[in-house]
C-alpha cells in the first residue's frame, strides 16, 4: 500500500462553521413556529387566545454529524487479498441533521 489508508473504521461528515451556524438559527425560527402552532390549537381547543410571550428560552441546538462506518470486513480487520488493491468503500450520501428545541411560555386570556 504506497498511499493512503489501508483500515477505515469510520468516515464523519459535518458542516462548515458558517453553514452550521446558519441551519442552527433556521432550526431555531422553525422551532418558534412549531412551538406557537402547537399553543394556538391548544388555546383554541380550551377556549383561549395567546396574548403575548410570557417567556422563551432555547433548550439546546443540535448537529448530529452523517458518520459512515463498517469498512473493511468487520471489526477493523484486514481482508485477505491475493494482491493489495484499492477498494472503494461504500459511502452513500445522507444529510447532516441540525434541530432546535426551546421552551415557550405564552399568556392566554
Do not use: H, Q
Not at 470486513?73 to 472503494?88: E, H, R
Amino acid at each position: 500500500m504506497n498511499a493512503g489508508a489501508n483500515k477505515v473504521r469510520r468516515i464523519e461528515f459535518g458542516l462548515t462553521e458558517d453553514k452550521e451556524n446558519e441551519l442552527k438559527n433556521e432550526a431555531i425560527k422553525e422551532a418558534c413556529g412549531d412551538a406557537r402552532t402547537k399553543a394556538d390549537a391548544i388555546a383554541s381547543g380550551l377556549g383561549f387566545k395567546i396574548v403575548r410571550v410570557a417567556t422563551a428560552r432555547e433548550s439546546g441546538v443540535y448537529v448530529a454529524p452523517y458518520r459512515a462506518e463498517g469498512f473493511g470486513g468487520g471489526y477493523g480487520l484486514p481482508i485477505p487479498t491475493p494482491a493489495p488493491m484499492a477498494i472503494p468503500p461504500p459511502i452513500e450520501p445522507k444529510e447532516v441533521k441540525v434541530s432546535a428545541t426551546i421552551d415557550v411560555v405564552y399568556e392566554c386570556r
